[in-house]
């Protein structure tokens, strides 16, 4: 079960903006630890069991590529329920991305958030309402994601640099 931050979702007459404003704050604190990281040390493998860092950048990028997704099947019409295992798809993720160099993963990130954030501009309205399927894949995908991996994203960057 992820943890929810904290956050009032914005107005009423302003829900996205409020998904807009927690996402970017997630984000930020991400990208700000990321960035205290040299190349050797995003690669390296003991962030958890066998995943790097970039193993978890890679990760965040197949979940927001599957939440812009969702968000255009949503604006469509053409939704169906999710009902893939979630361990399954973070398997195959994983192993689809493993191989990457670190700029396409970066690059995958940067694009697959940007497509999420797209469409979450695009979306009505009336699809944005708090915990329908829209709001609930993008806070799920965006905000509490980052919010589920920033604790162990803390110790890692903590733990390298002391003993770096």
Known sequence: MRRRREWDGGSRHS???GLLQAEDAAWAEFRALTERLNPEQITRLGYQDDWSVKDLLAHMACWD???AQVLEQLRLGSYLEWDRDVDA???E???ACRDLDL???WAQLHSSRARMLEELGCLPDELLERESTAW????????THHDEHLPRLREWVELLEIHE
């Open 65 to 67: 590529a599957e939440a």
């Open 136 to 143: 609930e894949w993008f806070e799920d995908s965006g905000i």
């Open 103 to 105: 700029d396409a993963t």
């Open 93 to 95: 993720c994983f192993e």
């Open 89 to 91: 798809f973070n398997r």
């Open 15 to 17: 829900p996205r903006g």
